[in-house]
């Protein structure tokens, strides 16, 4: 299903390509195509909960899943029922339950496999975003300096998840890859694949991931308190290499308007479940129907729009407790994996983009279970 990452985003590709694009919320790949991930999802979820079924066995793990589930119940019966809204809600939290119905059926045989496909979608994604710089109209703006193209999404419809992606094929490059000569050339060419989106969340977290990857490991928990001093460096270097002066004002600063917005709006508990998703802007369009959807633009955001502010103070606790054993590990694994979806955190719903979201998934149930020293049952 990840091989077929490409066709779940084709009608938008197209459009860009041919400079037929005209509005970005409005779907052009048809409805069911999209939903084919989703299915794959629920596949996913089932197959688990059968293994779990047949081996008579719930990890110690799933302690961590009950706050999930009572949030969830609670904003969906605090929510006027729409089924369009219910299922945009459900459709965004797929990858969480697919994250726990993974736990014990991870091995790195598969994560291997996946870095195959990942590689072939790397190069196929690289091809694009040329052919974008060089020939695409300058739907996301055109560089200061040149005619060229600013922003090259490749294979995605927004630059934001193409670096994401990018990204997350350099983290296998480096800890899952199946070939020297492959991951020569992710890591020579996923800075240039980065800078051809433009996408700040992508510049910072590559500078902070080579500084992890790099700097001598025995001093890596010292550096961390370093980093929040050197960050006016960083956010230098963001603005002059992706070429977008205005960046934080018209990207970051937005953001975290919209989070404080919904932090001051939004109750405990939301009852609003399935509005802070981009899934109902979509069923808006697609319905016809006013589903007065939330723009979110962050997974943080997010929590609190579908489930409330309570959920997203649990969420937090969990996430710090997370960040405190990566610390304590210091591996460097743990480090990039952990950078990758904080930053990215930040500025996309990452649930709900595909592949992030199933990768996403993918390794937390390979990793909760060994970090958090609970075993798989």
Same mark, same amino acid.
Request: aromatic share 20%; net charge positive; hydrophobic share 60%.
């Given at each position: 299903?990840?091989?077929?990452?490409?066709?779940?985003?084709?009608?938008?590709?197209?459009?860009?390509?041919?400079?037929?694009?005209?509005?970005?919320?409005?779907?052009?790949?048809?409805?069911?195509?999209?939903?084919?991930?989703?299915?794959?999802?629920?596949?996913?979820?089932?197959?688990?909960?059968?293994?779990?079924?047949?081996?008579?066995?719930?990890?110690?793990?799933? $302690?961590?899943? &009950?706050?999930? +589930? %009572?949030?969830?119940? =609670?904003?969906?019966? @605090?929510?006027?029922?729409?089924? *369009?809204? !219910?299922?945009?809600?459900?459709?965004?939290?797929?990858?969480?339950?697919?994250?726990?119905?993974? $736990?014990?059926? &991870?091995?790195? +045989? %598969?994560?291997?496999? =996946?870095?195959?496909? @990942?590689?072939?979608?790397?190069? *196929?994604? !690289?091809?694009?975003?040329?052919?974008?710089?060089?020939?695409?109209?300058?739907?996301?703006?055109?560089?200061?300096?040149?005619?060229?193209? %600013?922003?090259?999404?490749?294979?995605?419809?927004?630059?934001?998840?193409?670096?994401?992606?990018?990204?997350?094929?350099?983290?296998?490059?480096?800890?899952?890859?199946?070939?020297?000569?492959?991951?020569?050339?992710?890591?020579?060419?996923?800075?240039?694949?980065?800078?051809?989106?433009?996408?700040?969340?992508?510049?910072?977290?590559?500078?902070?991931?080579?500084?992890?990857?790099?700097?001598?490991?025995?001093?890596?928990?010292?550096?961390?308190?370093?980093?929040?001093?050197?960050?006016?460096?960083?956010?230098?270097?963001?603005?002059?290499?992706?070429?977008?002066?205005?960046?934080?004002?018209?990207?970051?600063?937005?953001?975290?308007?919209?989070?404080?917005?919904?932090?001051?709006?939004?109750?405990?508990?939301?009852?609003?479940?399935?509005?802070?998703?981009?899934?109902?802007?979509?069923?808006?369009?697609?319905?016809?129907?006013?589903?007065?959807?939330?723009?979110?633009?962050?997974?943080?955001?997010?929590?609190?729009?579908?489930?409330?502010?309570?959920?997203?103070?649990?969420?937090?606790?969990?996430?710090?407790?997370?960040?405190?054993?990566?610390?304590?590990?210091?591996?460097?694994?743990?480090?990039?994996?952990?950078?990758?979806?904080?930053?990215?955190?930040?500025?996309?719903?990452?649930?709900?983009?595909?592949?992030?979201?199933?990768?996403?998934?993918?390794?937390?149930?390979?990793?909760?279970?060994?970090?958090?020293?609970?075993?798989?049952?």
């Amino acid at each position: 299903m990840i091989g077929l990452t490409p066709i779940y985003t084709f009608g938008e590709v197209f459009a860009l390509l041919t400079g037929s694009m005209k509005d970005v919320s409005i779907a052009l790949t048809p409805i069911y195509i999209k939903l084919l991930k989703d299915l794959f999802f629920v596949i996913l979820i089932l197959i688990g909960v059968f293994l779990k079924f047949k081996s008579q066995t719930i990890p110690r793990i799933f $302690i961590f899943f &009950i706050p999930l +589930i %009572l949030s969830l119940i =609670i904003a969906v019966f @605090l929510t006027k029922f729409n089924l *369009l809204l !219910f299922l945009a809600g459900i459709r965004w939290i797929l990858p969480i339950f697919a994250m726990f119905f993974l $736990i014990g059926h &991870i091995s790195e +045989i %598969l994560l291997f496999k =996946i870095s195959k496909v @990942l590689f072939l979608l790397f190069i *196929l994604n !690289f091809i694009v975003q040329i052919w974008q710089f060089l020939f695409m109209t300058k739907f996301f703006g055109q560089s200061a300096d040149s005619e060229f193209s %600013l922003r090259n999404p490749g294979i995605f419809f927004m630059p934001g998840p193409s670096s994401f992606f990018v990204v997350i094929c350099l983290f296998f490059s480096y800890y899952y890859t199946f070939s020297k000569s492959a991951k020569s050339i992710v890591v020579i060419t996923a800075p240039i694949s980065i800078l051809l989106t433009a996408s700040g969340a992508g510049i910072a977290s590559f500078f902070v991931l080579m500084f992890f990857q790099y700097f001598p490991k025995f001093m890596l928990k010292a550096s961390v308190f370093v980093i929040p001093f050197i960050l006016p460096v960083f956010a230098g270097l963001i603005i002059i290499v992706s070429g977008r002066g205005d960046i934080f004002e018209d990207s970051f600063m937005p953001r975290v308007q919209i989070f404080i917005d919904l932090f001051s709006e939004i109750p405990l508990f939301s009852n609003r479940f399935g509005s802070g998703t981009s899934s109902a802007y979509l069923a808006s369009n697609f319905s016809g129907e006013n589903l007065d959807a939330i723009s979110t633009e962050s997974t943080f955001a997010t929590i609190i729009a579908n489930l409330g502010v309570l959920p997203f103070f649990i969420f937090m606790f969990f996430y710090l407790i997370w960040l405190f054993i990566v610390f304590l590990n210091n591996r460097r694994e743990l480090w990039f994996f952990t950078i990758i979806f904080s930053f990215f955190g930040l500025t996309t719903q990452f649930m709900e983009v595909f592949p992030q979201s199933i990768i996403f998934a993918i390794l937390m149930a390979k990793y909760l279970p060994s970090y958090f020293k609970f075993g798989a049952n």
